[in-house]
Every structure is written in C-alpha cells, then in structure tokens.
C-alpha cells in the first residue's frame, strides 16, 4: 500500500510533467529551447542529490541523534538518581578489593579527557574480589526488589537500544534482582549458590563502574553543577558528602 501511494506520485508528477512541456511546446513551438533547459536541469540533478540526499540529510540525522543521545542521557541520569548511586556503593561493599579503584574514580574538577581515558582502562583491566556477607546481600535483595518496577520502566524504553553497554547493564541488575527474589532465606543459602550470586554480583558490578565513569564524563562536559554534586556524593568513598566544606 504504501508502495503504491508512492507509484501514483511518481506517475503523476511524470505526467504533470510532460503536459507543461507538451504546453510549453504548443504555445511558443520551441523544441530547442526546451532540450536546453531540460539536459541544463538534468546535469544540476547529481548535485542537487549531494546537497539534499547526502550532506543536508547528514546534518539533519547528526542533529537528531544527538537529540536522541540527550535524552538517553536523561534517562540514564534517573538510573543513577534512583538506584545506580545506591547499588554501586553497595556492590562496593561486598569488594574485598575496593581500594585499588576508589582512588581511579576520584573524579574532580581538573579531571580533563586524558584523566578519564586513564581511568577507563584501569577499570578495564580490574578485577573485583566479591566476598560473602549475608547481611548486605539480604539488604541488596530488598533494595533491588523494591526498585523492580523501575527497572522494568528502563528497559521499557526504546531509546535505550541505541545504547548497548547500558542495556547491558540494566539487564545484568534486572537479572540479579530475579536471582535473588526466589532467595528467601539468604542465610541458609548453599557456598555453591551464593558463589553463583558472586558471579552475578560481580558481572552488574563491572558494568556498572564503566557507566558510571561515562556518566560522569557527560556530565563534566554539559553539566558542570551536576558532576560537581556526583563527584561531592561519590559512591565509592565511604566518607563522601553532599556539604561543601
């Protein structure tokens, strides 16, 4: 149908077409003048394609996508607000090996593109230490539990799949909240199956690190009160505090 919407246009703007020329030819019987503009008109039509079909569409979809990539940016920034924050000082927790990154997310206000490409690589290369605590996975448990709702919001919205890495971490939570919501009992649980929960723990903690440092990398561009607060309210440092002394 729409194909065919598209045929009668084509065959109409044609015949419209060939009835001015065919007019044009009656009133003023000038053939020559008429092949002159025509093939003049013809050899403008490349250029006209590279103006409007290439450079003017490049333009129009740059500016799009990077209306699309603000408002993404949005809705990772309520990820964060609501839960992100929360859940990276908790996997923190679990962290025997913590303290080797800490210091790498230290982010500040002198903090350039090479300071975060730096850190980025470090977070690469880092290999977490999950240990067992029963009290803080029972906490994470109904933490997560009571933010399921949310989660599913988030993945929900489609301008996420234009966003891999964090899709990829919202479902890595998303999975981790599943795991633990048939848990009931955390203290009873098997070494076995609480090595699986590590494991899980473990692959949202990573992704979590890499969005968080992309996070605040955004905001230190394009919202500098923003990352200011981020950095005051750092989840991994344990004495971290919005008052500015």
């Given at each position: 149908?729409?194909?065919s ?8 703007l044609l015949?419209?077409?060939?009835i001015l ?32 079909a290439?450079i003017?569409?490049?333009?129009l979809d740059?500016?799009?996508r990077?209306t ?5 940016n949005?809705?990772?920034?309520a990820f ?9 000082r908790?996997f923190?927790?679990?962290d ?19 300071d975060f490409?730096?850190?980025r690589r ?5 290999q977490?230490?999950?240990g067992?605590?029963?009290?803080l996975?029972?906490?994470m448990?109904e933490?997560l ?7 599913l ?5 489609p ?8 899709t990829?971490?919202?479902?890595a939570v998303f999975h981790?909240?599943e795991e ?7 203290e009873?649980?098997?070494d076995?199956?609480?090595?699986h929960?590590?494991g ?13 440092l992309s996070?605040l990398e955004h ?5 500098p ?5 981020a ?11 919005a008052?500015i002394?």
């Amino acid at each position: 149908m729409y194909l065919s919407w598209y045929a009668v246009l084509g065959a109409g703007l044609l015949l419209a077409s060939a009835i001015l020329y065919l007019l044009h030819y009656a009133i003023f019987r000038d053939a020559h003048h008429i092949f002159i503009y025509l093939l003049g008109d013809l050899a403008f039509m490349p250029i006209e394609v590279l103006l409007v079909a290439i450079i003017v569409h490049r333009v129009l979809d740059t500016r799009e996508r990077r209306t699309r990539m603000e408002k993404l940016n949005m809705v990772i920034g309520a990820f964060f607000s609501e839960m992100g924050m929360h859940l990276l000082r908790s996997f923190s927790q679990f962290d025997a090996a913590c303290k080797e990154i800490r210091e790498c997310l230290a982010a500040g206000s002198e903090w350039a593109r090479d300071d975060f490409q730096v850190a980025r690589r470090r977070i690469e290369e880092y290999q977490c230490a999950i240990g067992r605590d029963d009290r803080l996975l029972e906490e994470m448990r109904e933490f997560l539990v009571s933010k399921r709702d949310f989660l599913l919001t988030l993945l929900e919205n489609p301008t996420l799949l234009e966003h891999e890495t964090f899709t990829d971490l919202l479902w890595a939570v998303f999975h981790l909240t599943e795991e633990l919501k048939y848990r009931y009992l955390i203290e009873e649980l098997p070494d076995a199956d609480h090595e699986h929960l590590c494991g899980d723990i473990a692959r949202a903690y990573s992704l979590l690190l890499r969005e968080w440092l992309s996070y605040l990398e955004h905001l230190r561009e394009n919202y500098p009160y923003l990352f200011s607060l981020a950095v005051r309210m750092n989840p991994l440092d344990p004495e971290a505090s919005a008052v500015i002394a």
